[in-house]
């Protein structure tokens, strides 16, 4: 089955108002290939600036993260309604920067997960192992219970055909290192699988990212793997033409392919 690639830019804590507006300028001036969906997922301050931007743009955007509960006192934090009105559609969630340093557990995210499916947004959830674990033989059953409790209560949610999956290799991450186009689709075709077994009906419709230090020279080949439907992209989407290159390739491909 064929899903429709979406290659998203992970922004962090990076830019000022000046160069996010530079950013969103080029992107806008570009020409985005038909067959492939951009987001692009800014620090929170920036949503007004980025959703007034790309009002006639096709790129979409998302948030990286998201409050818990749906308003009160919770110094610090932003809401789903918030982020609604802005016209959002995804929300980074469970990524391993949140994990490591916020220390959010795999239950807290899940309600994350359930609470954005909920109001209809699309939650892109991040997954991923440590090298350490990896070199323990570990991947595995990291992603499983990263999943689990997920998949527990994916089957009662609406909406289960928004949600994302991102396997971000911890190791990966902003080091330069990418997972080898086999080592990254060995996990996707794991996740996939775990999905089938809790949700079988989304299975084949889910689009699983690939995320770590992906890159216009190393896209192409991790992006041709039957179980990769595109990228989540931190340091190259900072770069106008980088992100674009991707974008780029992955449409090539998507138009190649014939599954
Ligand atoms: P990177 O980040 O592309 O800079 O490795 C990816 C991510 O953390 O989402």
Redesign the pocket.
Known sequence: MKRKPLIAG?W?MNGTRASVANLLEELTRAELPDAVEFAVCPPYIYLPLVAEQLAHSEMTYGAQNVCHLPDGAVTGEISLAMLQEYQCRYV?LG???RRAIFHESNDWIAKKVAMTLEQGLSPIL?VGETEAERDNGQTMGIIQAQLAVVLQIAHNLANLQALVI?Y?PVW????GKTATPEQAQEVHAFIREQVRQAAPDYADGLRILY?????PDNAADLLAMPDIDGG??????LNAEQFLQIGQQCNKLYLSSTC
């Open positions: 992970n962090k980074i990524h391993s920067e991040c991102a971000e990966a991450i902003g080091t995320g770590g230090s992906m890159k989540l992209i931190g340091g190259a989407s």
